[in-house]
Nanobody
Framework: QVQVAESGGGLVQPGGSLRLSCAAS????????MGWYRQAPGKQRELVAT???????NYVDSVKGRFTISRDNAKKTVYLHTNSLKPEDTAVYSC??????????????WGQGTQVTVSS
């Protein structure tokens, strides 16, 4: 059984910062690509940032220069450091991970999501 769990969301004023964390646990041999996605009310889910196991990153244009994705392979954890937050960053942020299970299968998992609200 595999779990992917996010933490670190909350309410923050415009210009503020939050650090989101996402940990994968369970019958995992290795975690490959990990990523953060977000979905605002009434909008489709969009990719925010991804990171490979080797640390190669990719960002949506709207967060470049403000958000940083990083990971700790030993902890099977990915982080999203968000700075200079704007009201339009308000959304449910979800973590996605591609993992290799102990039985050799490679599967994709989503976390439940964590709410980020940017408001004064």
């Amino acid at each position: 059984q595999v779990q992917v769990a996010e933490s670190g969301g909350g309410l923050v004023q415009p210009g503020g910062s939050l650090r989101l964390s996402c940990a994968a646990s369970g019958s995992i041999v290795r975690v490959y690509d990990m990523g953060w996605y977000r979905q605002a009310p009434g909008k489709q889910r969009e990719l925010v940032a991804t990171i490979t196991r080797d640390g190669i990153t990719n960002y949506v244009d709207s967060v470049k220069g403000r958000f940083t994705i990083s990971r700790d392979n030993a902890k099977k954890t990915v982080y999203l450091h968000t700075n200079s937050l704007k009201p339009e960053d308000t959304a449910v942020y979800s973590c996605n991970a591609n993992v290799k299970l102990v039985d050799g299968r490679i599967r994709n998992y989503w976390g439940q999501g964590t709410q980020v609200t940017v408001s004064s």
